[in-house]
């Protein structure tokens, strides 16, 4: 079956093959993309290592990209997908960007955003979360297994 | 009376230069500097407006480019001098690049870090704060009195 190129399927999908890149890469395996009226407008991986930039993550990459391509700072109309949780920095970063939904993958309960007692994301920013789940965590979890 | 250029005193007088920069090319003007061995090794301020781009903060823009400098995404034998507290998503950024010392100038209460019930540093991050912090205030307060 085909993938509708319309739902958060088919986006997350893409994603995830950002976060194989990451994989390929030797970098922790998190992809995102950007979709603006159905179009991915960025798209990018988790860059950590390779930059040597602690703010490297496929958010911020894919956040100064989305919006070099409109030309705005805000990305209110814009859907963010990325397969894991954001970070603290990230979903601090989505904030300002004021998207209008942000869809993830696997919980990071570590250091996802989440785990803060209170929502640091804008207040107009839709959330849906646990989509293809288990292919980013086994991506997350064989990157790991291969360091330890 | 010069003032010792080994001082947190003058290490935030180079990052208000940075948040002056910014306020004459009519960004919100906060400025950084980050210090390794008593050495700025980075500089910047704002250009949220000039990059149309979110995640431009002055302590993001600085991250990376001591990170380049020195080759590593850990800053852990740095200081970061920022005229305004950080927000949450350059707090995160300055977790990721475990800094040994931050430095900041005026609160900020609505964005601020420390407006979250926990802390979001990293544990061995040092904080000190109200480091000029009136000048960086009027600064901010000049700024937003021409916009209204």
Redesign the interface.
């Known amino acids: 079956m085909e993938l509708n190129p319309l739902n958060d399927l088919y986006f997350m999908k893409e994603a995830l093959k950002e976060a194989q890149k990451a994989f390929d890469l030797n970098e922790v395996p998190v992809g995102c993309v950007i979709v603006c009226e159905n179009k991915i407008i960025s798209r990018s991986h988790n860059q ?2 390779r ?6 993550h496929a958010e ?1 990459i894919a ?2 990209a989305a ?2 391509y ?6 209110s109309d814009c859907t963010m997908y990325v397969t894991l949780e954001p ?7 989505a ?4 998207f209008k939904k942000i869809v993830f993958g696997a919980r990071d309960l570590n ?1 996802g955003y989440l785990s ?3 929502s ?1 994301l804008h207040p107009k920013t839709e959330v849906v979360r646990n989509i293809l789940s288990n292919q980013s965590t086994k991506l997350l979890h064989d990157f790991f297994k291969n360091k330890r």
């Open positions: 950590t290592h930059l040597n930039d602690a703010t490297a911020v956040i100064t919006s070099g409109l030309g705005s700072k805000y990305l970070c603290i920095m990230c979903a601090g970063a904030y300002w960007a004021q250091r803060l007692p209170k640091i």
